[in-house]
């Protein structure tokens, strides 16, 4: 079984602040991938990212950045010069295999609430 | 989102009613998913397929049945609605082998 815990449940930053969204997973496969989903008000899912746990290299991609440490089974994200439309449910997600193969579950987190005030 | 269309958006059902949501994609990919997500609990899978014509249970699939009889789309029943199942249903598909889940807009239903 797998376990996610975004401790933050909601934080609260001014404009322009960096703000760093916590992620820690319990997993027995050897192999998985992780995941973060962005949902805004509005509703949908939004995908960010998707990390191999073979791959321990940190990635950025523009004002976003993820730190992902293999030993500490965590997979934080960092927003760097937040803005408003950051606003959002933020969750990470590890996966675990199905059967059919390709397929996967993802576990989620209970998310956490971002507010971005301008 | 990725072509995944849900329908409907919106639904009020009363206790032991049935009813069917729809997933349509429009390309032609294998992998469907249907999650729910309630408050404070994140998604959670109810089934998925990994092809026309083959479903499997997920995590929670108590009270739903699915059917994948055309590869573009992915059903979900409910036979007998109870209260427990008010709840925003999200359809996902995957482009491919260890892609990413693309999920549609969801399709919040209440159970009265």
């Known amino acids: 079984a797998q376990k996610v815990t975004q401790a933050q449940t909601e934080i609260s930053v001014v404009e322009k602040e960096d703000v760093t969204l916590d992620c820690v997973y319990e997993?027995?496969?050897?192999?998985?991938?992780l995941f973060w989903y962005k949902q805004p008000p509005s509703g949908e899912l939004v995908f960010l990212i998707r990390?191999?746990?073979?791959?321990?290299q940190n990635e950025i991609s523009g004002r976003y950045s993820w730190n992902f440490q293999k030993s500490t089974s965590s997979f934080n994200f960092t927003i760097t010069a937040s803005q408003v439309v950051d606003s959002a449910v933020y969750f990470c997600?590890?996966?675990?295999?199905?059967?059919?193969?390709?397929?996967?579950?993802?576990?989620f987190g209970k998310g956490t609430k971002l507010s971005v005030i301008p | 989102n990725a072509g995944v269309t849900q329908t409907p958006k919106f639904r009020v059902l009363k206790t032991g009613q049935s009813m069917t949501l729809l997933c349509a994609q429009d390309?032609?990919?294998?992998?469907m998913y249907w999650y729910r997500q309630d408050p404070g609990m994140g998604l959670r899978l109810i089934h998925y397929?990994?092809?026309?014509?083959?479903?499997a249970k997920g995590e929670v699939p108590d009270g739903y049945n699915v059917s994948r009889l055309k590869k573009q789309n992915f059903l979900l029943g409910l036979e007998s609605a109870a209260p427990s199942q008010t709840s925003v249903y999200f359809c996902?598909?995957?482009?491919?082998?260890?892609?990413?889940?693309?999920f549609g807009n969801g399709t919040r239903l209440t159970v009265t």
């Open positions: 390309m032609n990919h294998e992998y």
């Open positions: 996902a598909m995957q482009t491919g082998p260890n892609s990413p889940l693309h």
């Open positions: 997600a590890p996966s675990r295999r199905l059967p059919g193969a390709g397929s996967y579950q993802l576990t």
């Open positions: 990390r191999n746990s073979f791959d321990e």
């Open positions: 997993t027995r496969d050897t192999t998985y991938y």
């Open positions: 397929s990994v092809g026309e014509g083959t479903t």
